[in-house]
């Protein structure tokens, strides 16, 4: 939970974020906060849904494209930009600082002596430092959190609680890991033999660029042969499988519950729905956008919105659309036969029913 | 894994719990156990495909309702009641009691001196309790658990083993989360701008209610600038997403895996299946049962079942309804085509063929 | 991530593993590696697609079918065998061996004087032994990680960092458990009374079999009121959840993200796909596949291989076919509306349209 700082003019906000500002340029603002916010806040409007709630509000200052700015009320300072949400977010970094790491070590944790932790990076309780990781500068690896074995952890980086990083993986610069995630356990690599299967070592580690956030308990597997590698940028949310040899291009944004399995490679710039997955093997190009529960079980090149959601349906009608579903080639063949009786069947239609 | 007690007159559970008994008072059980178990033991019957078991159990007691008497045999002392499984449930409680907590912090613990801990709380192994948190009565902290700044565990409620409950959160009473459990990780929120995005920071926490029980490694995040709130007696399964912001009211009971997106809301008393999924921004109303693999997408107000699941098929049947499926368009035309022919098209039809 | 030993001639690895050498029996082999590999390296041939980059590796040695033979390049030693896989699974695990354990409790490790644990055994920091627990001979017990009274960790078995083991629960010879799993959370057992939930104690344990492995995060609930059984070879990978007195069968695999509702039992030799879900009380067979995705909600004796996923579509194309999905009913009632114009219906087809 970030921290506070002294209240700012809006008018310094609209300088540094090249906002146009209508209103009052020393009017201050101490806090983000919704559009039912108070009079000592600022809020942002991206969403015309939320129009309605514009037009009362007692915010201090909102940030809003100027295509509404006729919708704020006098009393509220408007900054007007075309991306509010973008600004909102650093107007909201501002205000709410993330606390600097405390450099030191605490004294509970376990750093091997061939590790090399940076003076700037903080070290929390119960940490565990293996042997020739490295700390960048400023980092903060949290309570329970553990670097393996020549694993690498860039300047800026923050590890949360209980984030487990295994031998050799090395994470960017500004990375964010929250609790719970683990990065670089064995792939499900298994080979049949017989009945039973032999375990295939997993020899490649995991590559993190720089700017990744990772939600919580996501898991991360190292590669079989070579590395998982999740480029510049890319945010995952929280209980997501990335499996061993997956890559993921910069500025791919995933939601939760996203299972990838291996040696899928995903574009950059996509947007990937909460719940969807991927067979393995898949390459998902640039700029593709996946709707929530959608099943991937082909390759897609062409950039766009793609979905195999099905939207739920009270259970009675359910029932009814799914015997129906299951009779089609009982209702095609009555088709064929209306077709054949009444000769209306045209030629070149063979891909049609069968 | 619960402790035991000396065995306890079957009289006695009969009077505590209501229930009309049919057989010798003074017998008496020392366990919980299935219908299979043996004469020392009680169990339960809820579920009437399990009469035949019934009907050849060795138990000591039955709790069961009062239409299957007759089916319990005589050497069973019958417990008659209109609701077997909730008093099974109690009974269970009484003869395997959960190991009350042991008073003091162990000596491996990590408290900030500015934590508050009541002196009947125990503190496991390794845990973790930080500046300004407070730990109520008779509540346990398990091992490697850690409760953030500012953050409150009501009275009695416990903390399994490596549960993370980050800064300023909020845990009620008699609560109860599992190993592995996230409460407060930053929601998934994401401004884009231009083709990088930025981090909007998450300035909400988690408020959980009393009587609320959390699985293993479910994960729920912080709000963005709202709380997400958890309301009392809720049931959370295992690897459940709570996306920021999300509220879920009073006596709903979710099964493992299921995710659910950002800023929706779920009633009270629901009841949703494992594997089922939540779009963001949804109202579910009151009493709404959904099942497994459901992919709730849009808004739901009338109580009642609900379901989207796609039940399996052997490959060869699957491929082809799948086929027919993609090709509904070519047999509406088809149908068409022949209702053009026949002239057997009525009016009033637009909206079934286009 | 494993070790590396000085190379190893080929001959060496023909004889050990029954293969016929085309080649310098002389050629040593230092790392496992891809077809893209060097000359030191060995790799294998499985996939017939990779046929191209077999013809054009300068990689040291290959381990491939005979039948590929031919397409091996003069200068790369072949190693022919009908299973290259396996071979190269052994291999590989020769070359890069997992480092032994380093008998000994670290000194920040916390083991109750009850506790048994092998002098063979090695006990990671800020481990939690708990009274009563075993630890078997060359066992390794992982980095915060919790063996929880009573809980049994037999011979050569790995618990990886930050694993937690519940009281009771018993795991066998062999077994690998990456970081995250909990083995032996409550099941998620709730008895409505009125509106709100009683929870039914958990009595029963999780009992793990000989040579299972268990993927990072993967949650494994404890038994009702008999236990959770995984029987031998099992392999699990992340974040799959295993409800209460759920059975799975010798050598069964199942890949990520899978979730196997309460008292399910899933034979031997079934290879599950990643995302797929079972409901509860259901029962499947030995020898069954089941493709990701698919939603098991019915039982399965017949061997073969099932499926339920619905491969995405482009935006616009999937909401045409989910429309004509929905109005399937309108539809149909539009054939029998040309069948009675007709006269072209057949007799005996009564469950074909309602």
Redesign the interface.
């Known amino acids: ?2 921290d506070s700082v002294p209240p700012l003019p809006v008018g310094e906000l609209a300088v540094r974020f090249g906002c146009v500002l209508r209103g009052d340029p020393q009017r201050r603002v101490a ?4 559009l039912a ?1 108070g009079a000592d806040s600022i ?1 942002f409007l991206a969403n015309p849904a939320l129009l309605e709630s514009l037009r009362t509000t007692r915010l201090g200052a909102v940030i809003l494209p100027p295509a509404q700015a006729a919708d704020c009320p006098a009393a509220t300072a408007a900054l007007l930009h075309p ?1 509010p ?2 600004v ?3 107007v ?2 501002i205000l ?1 600082p ?1 606390a600097p790491p405390q450099p030191g070590i ?1 004294p ?1 944790a ?1 750093v091997h002596e061939q590790a090399q932790v940076a003076a700037s990076a903080e070290v929390g ?2 940490a ?1 430092i293996e042997a020739g990781a490295v700390v960048g500068a400023r980092c903060r690896v949290g ?2 959190a ?1 670097l ?3 694993a690498a952890l860039g300047a800026d980086s923050r590890l ?3 984030v ?1 990083v ?3 993986c090395r994470i960017g610069a500004r990375c ?1 890991l ?3 995630v ?1 990065v ?3 792939g ?6 017989g ?7 997993q ?1 490649g ?1 995991v590559r993190i660029g720089d ?1 990744v ?1 990772i ?3 996501t ?1 991360i ?2 590669g079989a ?2 590395d998982t590698v999740i480029s510049d ?1 890319v ?1 995952l ?3 997501i ?1 990335v ?1 061993h040899n997956v890559t993921i291009g ?2 791919t ?1 995933i ?3 996203v ?1 990838i ?1 291996g040696s899928t490679h995903i574009g ?2 996509c947007m990937i729905g ?2 969807a ?1 991927f ?1 393995g093997q898949l390459t998902v190009g640039d700029d593709i956008v ?9 390759s ?1 090149t ?1 950039p ?12 009675g009608t ?5 015997g ?9 063949a ?2 064929r ?3 054949a ?2 000769k ?3 030629t070149g ?1 063979e ?3 069968d």
Not at 304 to 315: I, R
Not at 324 to 332: C, E, G, I, P, V
């Open positions: 939970m970030p806090a983000a906060a919704p916010g809020g991306n949400h973008a909102f977010a650093r909201a970094a709410h993330v605490h509970t376990c309780p119960f565990l309570a329970h553990t393996g074995a020549g949360a609680e209980r487990t295994l031998a050799g964010l929250h609790p719970g683990v670089g356990a064995d499900f690599g298994n080979a049949r033999d009945v039973a299967w032999v375990k295939v070592p020899l580690t700017d956030e939600g919580a308990n898991t597997d190292r042969l070579e940028g945010r949310d929280n209980l499988q499996a910069a500025h944004a939601a939760a519950c299972a399995a950059q710039r909460g719940g997955g067979s996946i709707g929530g529960f959608a099943q991937v079980t082909h897609l062409t766009g919105f793609y979905s195999s959601a099905m939207p739920v349906e009270q259970m359910w029932r009814r659309l799914l129906r579903f299951k009779r089609l080639d009982a209702l095609n009555r088709v036969r209306l077709e009786a009444t209306v069947r045209e239609q891909d049609d029913d």
